[in-house]
Each structure stands twice: as structure tokens, then as C-alpha cells.
């Protein structure tokens, strides 16, 4: 029996398969050529996992791979009707990013709290303009999404002293429900966005909530961009609703240069790098090749996608 073909939409750097030699017939393709090359596909690889090639290609005519593999942790961009409704086994990359994220957020609160922006930008003027920072033990943070991602950063958090509460799309024990996101937001030093993107998600960060938000509050967000309405964090931080915020990822990327988000006084912006660390491209490759190791001798895969809901269920 011939072995399986594996499709990689490709990106720079391709990914490193050489272990699979042998277990599949590796093609690699890129975004023009993806339509034509699904048919033959029995695995598909998004190794591109910035492109949204897969959900233009995926309604097209002839058979579909029985698996596809996103190297992320978001799936928002490869999700569509045809996909959902298909018997195709979707999986992500849970458990390469959470801990980098958590880092980063960490030094996000920290550098906040302690104006580090600031002192940068006296250092540079020559200026010394002594100042008061914030205790970051004891202030209370509201983390949104009770995935891998915000568990990760509600842990290292508390590492830090501070009280964490973490908001799900259901109550259980340790995550509320939706219904106390607006007391809880309203209590908060810290709010953090890093829920999924799905319907009930897009856009809920609005002038609503950060209204909600306490005039000390800081707000940042390491989900999706589309989670944000940008111009109303705009409104919230330029009149001072909030403090202050730090974006890692935005409803476009590569954020426009003209992007009235990058002269906010009190804004963070970051390039989508929170979960980057030296090393992850060659942690995704091996992670996949382990998971097709799994695939190919019928065994059930982990990071297995709820593909109507839209992530990865948390099964305690």
C-alpha cells in the first residue's frame, strides 16, 4: 500500500519532516496551488497558519484530506461551513504556546505596572523624573477564555501574587460563566483576552465593557484581534477611560503603518510574538510529526477541534 500523501501549505521556513521519510509522500504547495493538490491530500499540514487559503479552497470539487493539521493555536482562520460539516479530523498546536504566552503577558503586567515604557523614554531624553510604580502582589486580574492559554496566564499570575479570576464559555469549577464577566471586568486591575475566536467572541471588547473597566485598569489582549473593536480601545485609552493596554495581535496583520494604534499614548503594540520563542518553528514540526506518527498507526489524536464550537474542549 502506497503511503499516505501529506500536504503542506508551506510558509518560511518549511517545516522540518525529514522523519517521515518513507511514512508519507510529503507535497508541498502554496496558497495558488492548494485547490488543485486537495484532492490528492489525505493529511493537510497548515504550516502557513496566517493564511486563510484553506477556507477559499475547501469548497471546492473532489474528495478532501481525512486530517488537517493547524501548527496554531487559533483554527478561526481555516474554519468554514464545508470543513465544519465534513467528517475531516481538525487539530491544533495546543501546547507549544501557552507557556511562552503566560511569560509574556507577565512581563506585560510588570512592565505596566511599573512604567518601564516610561523610564525608557526618560532614558532617552536624558531626563530623571523620579516616579511611583504599582504593586503588581495583591492587584486582581480577570482572564477571558479558560483554555490552555488562559489557564497558562492565570497560573503565572498568581505566581506573582496576583488574585485571578478566569471567564469561560460555561461555569465549572474554577472558570465562571459568561453572566459575572461584567463584575468581574468592573473589579479588575488586569483584563486579558485570550478567548478563541468565535461568534460569541468577535468584537467583545467594545466600548461597553471597557466602560466597565475601572479608570486604574489596564487591558491586553494575546487572543484574537477581531476579539477588540479597535477604535473603541482607541476612545477607551486616549480619553482615559483605562489606564492603559497592550496589544499583541490585531484585527489586520501586519498592522498598517498608518494605523492611528501606533501613536495611542499608553499603548503597548506588539507584532503578534507573544507565543514566539527561539526554537518554536522546529517545536511545531516535531509536535506534528508525533501526531502523524499517532494518525498513521490508527491511534486517536490529541488537540482534537470541536469544529462547530471552534477550539479545543477542556474535558475537566
Given at each position: 500500500m502506497p503511503a499516505p500523501v501529506l500536504l503542506v501549505l508551506d510558509a518560511d521556513p518549511p517545516p522540518r519532516l525529514g522523519r517521515l521519510t518513507g511514512k508519507a509522500r510529503?507535497?508541498?504547495?502554496d496558497e495558488a496551488g492548494l485547490g488543485d493538490l486537495l484532492p490528492a491530500a489525505d493529511v493537510l499540514l497548515v504550516w502557513d497558519f496566517t493564511s486563510d487559503a484553506v477556507r477559499n479552497a475547501w469548497p471546492g470539487e473532489g474528495p478532501r484530506p481525512r486530517w488537517v493539521h493547524t501548527a496554531s493555536a487559533g483554527?478561526?482562520?481555516l474554519l468554514c461551513p464545508e470543513l465544519i460539516a465534513a467528517d475531516t479530523v481538525v487539530t491544533n498546536a495546543r501546547g507549544i504556546f501557552e507557556e511562552p504566552i503566560a511569560e509574556y503577558v507577565a512581563g506585560l503586567?510588570?512592565?505596566m505596572a511599573k512604567d518601564l515604557p516610561g523610564t525608557l523614554e526618560l532614558q532617552r531624553q536624558r531626563r530623571w523624573r523620579h516616579r511611583e510604580g504599582l504593586r503588581v502582589a495583591e492587584s486582581r486580574a480577570v482572564v477571558i477564555g479558560a483554555g490552555p492559554i488562559g489557564r497558562a496566564v492565570a497560573g503565572t499570575l498568581r505566581a506573582l501574587g496576583v488574585t485571578v479570576a478566569v471567564t469561560g464559555r460555561t461555569a465549572r469549577p474554577g472558570v465562571y460563566g459568561p453572566?459575572?464577566?461584567?463584575?468581574?471586568?468592573s473589579r479588575a486591575d488586569w483584563v486579558i483576552g485570550a478567548a478563541p475566536l468565535t461568534d460569541a467572541t468577535r468584537g467583545m471588547f467594545d466600548a461597553r465593557l471597557f466602560g466597565l473597566m475601572q479608570p486604574s485598569a489596564r487591558f491586553i489582549n494575546v487572543g484574537r484581534?477581531?476579539?477588540v473593536i479597535e477604535n473603541d480601545l482607541i476612545a477607551a485609552v486616549s480619553?482615559?477611560?483605562i489606564a492603559g493596554a497592550a496589544l499583541d495581535v490585531f484585527e489586520s496583520e501586519p498592522l498598517d503603518p498608518e494605523s492611528p494604534l501606533w501613536d495611542v499614548p499608553g499603548l503597548?503594540?506588539?507584532p503578534h510574538m507573544?507565543?514566539?520563542t527561539v526554537g518554536w518553528r522546529d517545536r511545531l514540526g516535531a509536535q506534528f510529526v508525533e501526531l502523524y506518527e499517532l494518525w498513521a498507526a490508527g491511534k486517536p489524536l490529541p488537540n482534537v477541534v470541536d469544529k462547530k464550537r471552534g477550539y479545543v474542549p477542556m474535558h475537566d
Open positions: 510529503i507535497q508541498h504547495t483554527v478561526d482562520r503586567v510588570l512592565a453572566d459575572q464577566l461584567d463584575r468581574l471586568v484581534g477581531q476579539l480619553k482615559r477611560w503597548i503594540v506588539s507573544s507565543g514566539d
